[in-house]
């Protein structure tokens, strides 16, 4: 669950309908050297490079048309398609990239003072001040060294963890997915839409979450103590705020909003503590500090009321007026 490399983004495949069982890996693709392979939905795609497929196809195509001339019997279009069949046709990348724009196109950040980062949300949005957070108290000069010690001393408690924590560590490398489907009763086939509506939130997550930590460029705990050694590769990136307690944080706050008590009234502080948790698990495994899982978490739910604002429509008679729009009907009709 790497921010950025092999995390939340996981890009191209985004979310991948929670796999869909084996989505696109029609028939074991990959194992490119049996006939199958070279011949599947895949390989069709380009996602498996096939010059015999691609021959095969075309002399197929020459006997299928045989004796008939000119361009045959073409269907007449006019106009665009309606916007909610092209959202239905477009894939799932090509949707995640409307998602992308429409969220982001709305935000403006402040990087004018070096203390503090300022997040402007449009006019309307229900966060009417900015979002600000502020350099972490183990990096404030006024209250070196003694914040530094008290950050770092809580890293080696949570250390202790560590054998208790390991498999969920090593699994929350990657998109967790799997941890928010154990929590609703996920099935791809049924909630394809749940999945594609997360897999907005951690991508759009990433990509402001990124925003407050090349501003505040802190280090990270092993960069202060050789003792802290991480039981998984430290990042490229900044400590402060964490990006893991940022995006559990949002994505539990819309995914509340989206289920309702559906699943019962305790569905609410699982899917809360999961999202504490697995932040948690990032002190543990000697990446991050407390106080970076504290600001995380405050921005977290401000981007989740964002994103709730931008993506529940005005009247849900109306038609969809754009994409976020389109995919949070689509998700809510999952859940009725």
């Known amino acids: 669950m790497q921010l950025l490399s092999t995390g939340f983004r996981n890009d191209g495949n985004d979310g991948n309908d929670g ?24 390989a069709y795609q380009g996602l498996v490079t096939s010059p015999l497929l691609a021959q095969a196809l075309w002399t197929t195509q020459g006997e299928l048309t045989r004796g008939i001339s000119g361009i045959g019997n ?12 092209a959202f239905s046709r477009w894939s799932r990348d090509v949707r995640g990239h409307q998602y992308e724009f429409e969220l982001v196109s709305g935000l403006q950040f402040d990087n004018t003072n070096p203390a503090k980062g300022k997040l402007h949300f449009p006019a309307g949005a229900p966060n009417p001040n900015p979002f600000e957070l502020t350099t972490p108290k183990y990096e404030d000069p006024n209250q070196q060294p ?27 490398i990657a998109v967790p997915y799997a941890f928010f489907a154990m929590v609703l009763n996920l099935q ?11 897999t907005a939130i951690f991508r759009f997550s990433t990509i402001t979450v990124m925003q407050f930590k090349h501003h505040f460029r802190v280090r990270r705990p092993a960069d202060h103590s050789p003792l802290v050694q991480p039981v998984v ?8 705020p964490a990006g893991h307690a940022t995006q559990g944080a949002f994505v539990a706050t819309v995914l509340k909003a989206l289920v309702g008590n559906v699943l019962g009234a305790d569905l ?8 504490l948790r697995i932040a948690e698990n990032r002190v543990v495994a000697g990446l ?9 978490a405050k921005l977290g739910a401000a981007l989740a009321q ?19 729009n389109w995919l949070w009907l689509k998700a809510s009709a999952e859940w009725q």
């Open 146 to 172: 003694q914040a530094l010690n008290n950050a770092l001393q809580e890293v080696f408690n949570k250390a202790a963890l560590r054998a208790d924590r390991m498999n969920e560590i090593l699994t929350q």
């Open 268 to 275: 609410a502080n699982q899917l809360d503590t999961l999202a």
């Open 19 to 42: 796999n869909d069982g084996n989505d696109g890996n029609d028939g074991n693709d990959g194992n490119t050297g049996n006939t199958f392979s070279l011949s599947s939905i895949a």
């Open 288 to 296: 991050h500090f407390v106080e970076d899982n504290d600001a995380g």
């Open 188 to 198: 791809p086939g049924r909630h394809r839409f749940t999945y594609e509506l997360m």
């Open 74 to 85: 073409p269907v007449p279009t006019v106009g665009p398609l309606n916007q909610d069949v």
């Open 233 to 240: 590769l430290t990042p490229g990136h900044g400590s402060y």
């Open 306 to 324: 964002y994103f709730l604002f931008m993506a529940t429509p005005a009247n849900a008679a109306l038609p969809p007026k754009t994409a976020l």
